[in-house]
């Protein structure tokens, strides 16, 4: 059974950093891409970055280059999403999600196929 779940959300003052991660199990780690999304109530989900654990490549939406960036642990099948400067509208509930093979750029969601339950993000102003 594939499972994701994310961690490390909570509350946090415009300019500092939160650092967000997602356990996976279930599934061969190694031949997937992982994606961070976010979503606000009432608006479209959107992809945040992903990471390709075939060949390490990643890549990040324009809202959050140079400021977000996303690793990978392989011993402890976790990819991370180290965020720095955060932003009011960084506000979001974030979401790891997986598929095969890789991530080629900013997927839509419907191209992943398992997801974490999501874990909230608040930045106050």
């Known amino acids: 059974e594939v499972q994701l779940v994310e961690s490390g959300g909570g509350l946090v003052q415009a300019g500092g950093s939160l650092r967000l991660s997602c356990a996976a199990s279930?599934?061969?780690?190694?031949?997937?891409?992982i994606g961070w999304f976010r979503q606000v109530p009432g608006k479209e989900r959107e992809g945040v970055s992903c990471?390709?654990?075939?060949?390490?490549?990643?890549h990040y939406a324009d809202s959050v280059k140079g400021r977000f960036t996303i690793s990978v642990d392989n011993a402890k099948n976790t990819v991370y999403l180290q965020m720095n400067s955060l932003k009011p509208e960084d506000t979001a509930v974030y979401y790891c999600?997986?598929?095969?093979?890789?991530?080629?750029?900013?997927?839509?969601?419907?191209?992943?196929?398992?997801w974490g339950p999501g874990t909230q993000v608040t930045v106050s102003s």
């Open positions: 999600a997986a598929r095969l093979y890789m991530c080629w750029g900013i997927l839509p969601a419907y191209k992943y196929n398992d």
């Open positions: 279930g599934f061969t780690f190694d031949d997937h891409a």
């Open positions: 990471f390709s654990t075939s060949d390490g490549s990643t």
